[in-house]
C-alpha cells in the first residue's frame, strides 16, 4: 500500500529563522511556500531526494502546529507516506483496527489528498497518508 516516505512535517515557530539552517547550512532548495487555511499552517516545501522536509509555522494560537509547540516544542510533528489511493488507504486502515483522525481525505499543502492515523494506533508516531496526482 506505502509506496514511499511522502515528505517530513517539521513544527516550527519561526518560519524564516528555521529557513537559514535548512536552506544556508544544510545546502536545501526552498522550492516554494503555502498557506492552508483550514489548517491554519504556512508551509515550506524543500526537497531532499524523491522526498521533501515540509516546515510548519503555525498562522495564529488556535492552529493544532501552534498547540503542538506549546506541548511538545518544535521539532518532527508527522511522516507522511505516499499511497496511490488515499479512499482505499483509510478503509483498510480502518478494516485493520486503526484509529483514524480522518476518516475522509482532506486537503493537504501542495494539492494532496490527505488523512491522518491517531497516534495511539501508531505507537505514538502521527502518520499521515498522502495522495498525489
Do not use: N
Amino acid at each position: 500500500m506505502v509506496k514511499k516516505v511522502d515528505h517530513i512535517g517539521v513544527a516550527v515557530k519561526d518560519l524564516e529563522e528555521t529557513l537559514k539552517f535548512y536552506r544556508d547550512v544544510l545546502g536545501l532548495e526552498l522550492q516554494g511556500t503555502e498557506i492552508v487555511k483550514d489548517q491554519r499552517v504556512k508551509v515550506a516545501f524543500l526537497p531532499v531526494g524523491d522526498t521533501e522536509m515540509e516546515l510548519l509555522e503555525s498562522t495564529d494560537k488556535e492552529g493544532p502546529i501552534y498547540k503542538y509547540i506549546e506541548k511538545k516544542g518544535e521539532g518532527i510533528q508527522h511522516i507522511a507516506y505516499r499511497v496511490d489511493d488515499i479512499e482505499k488507504a483509510i478503509k483498510e486502515m480502518k478494516e485493520k483496527g486503526i484509529k483514524m483522525i480522518d476518516e475522509k481525505p482532506r486537503y493537504g499543502a501542495g494539492g494532496a489528498k490527505i488523512a491522518f492515523l491517531h497516534p495511539k494506533s501508531t505507537h505514538g508516531v502521527l502518520v499521515e497518508l498522502c495522495e498525489r496526482d
